[in-house]
C-alpha cells in the first residue's frame, strides 16, 4: 500500500483507452464519487451519461470532488465511444489540476 497520492496531470495520455478491474471491463462512474476515493483527494468522475453505441464519439464533462461540492473542480472534457460488446473506450486527457484521478 502507497501512500502516495496519485495524480492523472503527469499521465502522457495518447488515444483511446478501455478500463480493466481485475480482468474485467470498468467503466467511469458517472455520479458523483466521494473525495478521497480512487487513491486521491479529488476522484474525477463522468458528469453525464454514457452513450450507446450509435450514438457514436460524444464528449463529456469530468468533474472532481472536493468539499461539498461535487463538481468543484472541472476538468478538461474527454470523448467517450460505446462499442459493440457492452464496454466504452474514453480518450483521456491530462486533467487541469492535482490532485486527481480518473476513476474506475
Known sequence: HSSS???DLYVS?????RLFIGG???QLPDTCVNQYSCSTHAPLWLNGQ???VE???VTRNICGHWGNDC????SNPIKVKACPGNYYVYEFVHPNFCYGTYCA
Request: hydrophobic letters at 35%; charged letters at 5%.
Open 71 to 74: 463538481c468543484y473542480f472541472q
Open 24 to 26: 474485467q471491463s470498468a
Open 13 to 17: 495520455w495518447n488515444g483511446w483507452y
Open 55 to 57: 450514438d457514436g464519439v
Open 5 to 7: 497520492l496519485m495524480c
Open 50 to 52: 454514457h452513450p450507446q
